[in-house]
């Protein structure tokens, strides 16, 4: 599966930005599907992920309930809405693909280039 990520850019603390992810190549819809990122001079951490339905969902504490995950099965894409956004959320996000839903504790297999999220203060 290749994975192609986008939708970074440089927003505003308080705005708004929507990343997609579309994959080719491979099943998507039997893959468990995730964000990452990696901030500058820190490791990749995990964002959140879907499963293969995509009505099972999971988040690191620091983004529930300002981030949503969803993914459209029939155009072979995952999204990832980003509200309310601070700075400490400026990061290269990537999409991830798997065939275990809890990516934040296996090393998933499929990865997507990376995609700058800057939010200024």
């Known amino acids: 599966v290749q994975l192609q990520a986008s939708g970074g850019g440089l927003v505003q603390t308080g705005d708004s930005l929507r990343l997609s992810c579309a994959a080719s190549?491979?099943?998507?819809?039997?893959?468990?599907m995730g964000w990452f990122r990696q901030a500058p001079g820190k490791e990749r951490e995990f964002v959140a992920a879907?499963?293969?339905?995509?009505?099972?969902?999971y988040y690191t504490d620091s983004v529930k309930g300002r981030f949503t995950i969803s993914r459209d099965n029939a155009k072979n894409t995952v999204y990832l809405q980003m509200n309310s956004l601070k700075p400490e959320d400026t990061a290269v996000y990537y999409c991830?693909?798997?065939?275990?839903?809890?990516?934040?504790?296996?090393?998933?297999?499929?990865w997507g280039q990376g995609t700058l999220v800057t939010v200024s203060s």
């Open positions: 190549g491979g099943t998507f819809s039997g893959s468990a």
């Open positions: 879907i499963n293969l339905s995509g009505k099972i969902t």
């Open positions: 991830a693909g798997s065939q275990y839903f809890d990516l934040w504790n296996t090393i998933p297999k499929y």
